[in-house]
């Protein structure tokens, strides 16, 4: 589209910044709470909050303590939650079938923030590396990542997730077909509103690390994850995986890690108009708040700038870290 407009001193452009009002009236995309979604990470045991050390202000909650958490997430308006298990390490296996137990860490934490907290809504990821001795996304065998049979194992793990009541289900797992599988057996199992959202474009970044701490994966985890994982040189690479999960039944897609690709998250939404989230992950996190710790950045302005980046993107909305503390500030 070719603009014109008045030179100098016809136009000028600061008359819309002088005052407050004329800079709210004339913002072209605004943040609020309903666009964030809080990552929460549940350990067993009861009344325990044990801190992520490259986390700065987050914890691994017992469930009961994930709930009150939850109760306050909602209190301040926060849509939604994802919970993330930090597996006791003598229920990891290579075949990983802690993931579809229907009691395991994340079901148990499903049911009773839904109890206590019916109007948040909850998503899971599906994955394996939580449960997998060899803290990878999905089976191995001799050091080779198995797509098919990984598929299989997923399927598992969705109808768990969507029997103890999880609203949204986010396949992380970067395997082929995924979507397509997940969708027809939750509709073959009758759960047809359940939500996919999924990881369509997720990067092999080192921004995840602070992540697989928090999930005890890290230590585990043999070799990288580069062979299902995006190269992160790859953009049209990112096309293609939103077209097929779109194609396959996702409602909604996701794209990992955030800020470094907020051109990837430009792209997505100009080219399919469907819900795009980013999730602003662990490192990214990580980088802000040790920036604040030291005094090199002003904390909550950084945070506050990082998430309007994501809706200036394009983005509906943001998985973050930060959801209740931004949701304090927006809501005054």
Known sequence: MTRAYAPFPACRPRRLRQARWARDLVRETELTVRDLIWPIFVVEGEDRAEPVASMPGVARLSVDRAVKAVEEAAKLGIPAIEIFPNTEERLKTTSCEEAWNPDNLVCR????????????????????????ADGHDGLVRNGRILNDETLECLVRQTLAQAEAGADILGPSDMMDGRVAAMRGALEGAGFHDVTIMSYAAKYASCFFSPFRDAVGSGGALKGDKQTYQMDPGNTDEALRETA???????????????????????????????????????????????????????????????????????CDGVLTYFAPEAARLLRG
């Open 109 to 132: 934490a499903t049911r009773a923030i839904k109890k206590a907290v019916p109007e948040i809504g909850v998503m899971l990821d599906v994955a394996l590396d939580p449960y997998n």
């Open 244 to 314: 097929m999960d779109l194609a396959e039944g996702a409602d909604m897609v996701m794209v990992k890690p955030g800020m470094p690709y907020l051109d990837i998250v430009s792209r997505v939404k100009r080219e399919f108009g469907a819900p795009v989230f980013a999730y602003q992950v662990s490192g990214e996190y990580a980088m802000i708040k040790a920036a604040a710790l030291n005094g090199w950045l002003d904390g909550e302005r950084a945070m506050m700038e990082s998430l309007r980046a994501f809706k200036r993107a394009g």
